[in-house]
């Protein structure tokens, strides 16, 4: 138990490499689950990457976007206390992925090539800001799960086990603060050009 140690600065960018491929690979699993189930599929599989469907407002849908993306953090932010909460943080990663495979693939199998200015209006933009989202979270999760862990050894309780705390719930609050702001601009994007 000697080598388990905090996550350093230096040791980020693989973090955050593994995390993207992750996400890569939830998408390429969502788009093959969804292209082999049907082209109509539920708000629990797409995670409202999809565009707005009529009979939705504007309001709902922004707070249903927002609560899946709060659903993550929080999940995340919770399994920054626990020493296994990295092999969880990196399930909601590749889970954060296969919603965006799958609206994708949804989009295709009901529009076609008329889907291309939708992916590249409605759901690319938020996918990619919302894995940028994830990817900060997760990563801080992770690096406060490797605290919990080093805690395990005697030498942990000394130096890595001085977390910051306010820092920490600061991190996931702006982080939270920030999947609001793109929740919200999501949903009028999509009001003003699909609604």
């Not at 993207?20 to 969804?34: E, F, H, M, P, R």
């Not at 965006?100 to 199998?109: K, L, N, P, R, W």
């Amino acid at each position: 138990m000697k080598h388990v140690s905090y996550i350093k600065a230096r040791d980020a960018r693989p973090l955050v490499t593994t995390l993207l491929a992750l996400a890569v690979i939830g998408i390429a699993v969502g788009s093959v689950y969804q292209a082999v189930r049907s082209p109509g599929s539920s708000a629990k599989i797409h995670q409202y990457f999809a565009p707005v469907y009529r009979g939705t407002d504007l309001f709902e849908y922004m707070c249903r976007g927002f609560g899946i993306s709060v659903l993550f953090l929080t999940a995340a932010f919770i399994m920054g206390f626990f020493a296994l909460g990295q092999p969880v943080c990196c399930f909601l990663m590749a889970a954060r992925g296969f919603g965006i495979g799958a609206s994708g693939t949804m989009m295709y199998a009901l529009h076609g090539t008329k889907a291309v200015m939708g992916m590249l209006l409605f759901v690319l933009p938020k996918a990619v800001l919302s894995v940028l989202i994830c990817v900060l979270g997760f990563r801080e999760a992770m690096k406060a799960s490797s605290y919990t862990l080093s805690g395990w050894t005697p030498e942990g309780f000394t130096e890595h086990r001085k977390t910051d705390f306010k820092l920490y719930c600061i991190k996931f609050f702006v982080l939270i603060i920030l999947s609001l702001i793109i929740s919200a601009v999501d949903a009028a994007i999509n009001f003003v050009f699909a609604g």
